[in-house]
């Protein structure tokens, strides 16, 4: 069974930055495409950043520029540098993979407030 872990969620004000992080239980270059999703409350799950297998990126217009997704081999992870945080930030954030079916982490939350 394939488990996908999220850390690194937290309490952040407003214009700071905090790296979400997702191990997984298979190589991580292994997935077709992983992503990070989020959801407010009252909200639906968005998609927030994605990258293909082969390094292709793909981000929400509302965290371009502010948000990078990024793959590291050696600690089999995909992360998520968030920078310049807005409080519309605030939300519970989900790693996401596919391969062959999709698998979904349990989720952390981030709260952007002062």
């Known amino acids: 069974q394939v488990q996908l872990v999220e850390s690194g969620g937290g309490l952040v004000q407003p214009g700071g930055s905090l790296t979400l992080s997702c191990a997984a239980t298979?190589?991580?270059?292994?997935?077709?495409?992983t992503a990070w999703y989020r959801q407010a409350p009252g909200e639906q799950r968005e998609l927030v950043a994605s990258?293909?297998?082969?390094?292709?990126?793909d981000y929400a217009d509302s965290v371009k520029g502010r948000f990078t997704i990024s793959r590291s081999m050696s600690k089999n992870t995909v992360s998520l540098q968030m920078d310049s945080l807005k409080p519309e930030d605030t939300a519970v954030y989900y790693c996401?993979?596919?391969?062959?079916?999709?698998?979904w982490g349990q989720g952390t939350q981030v709260t952007v407030s002062s």
């Open positions: 298979e190589s991580i270059f292994s997935f077709k495409v």
């Open positions: 996401f993979g596919h391969l062959g079916v999709g698998y």
């Open positions: 990258m293909t297998a082969g390094g292709s990126t």
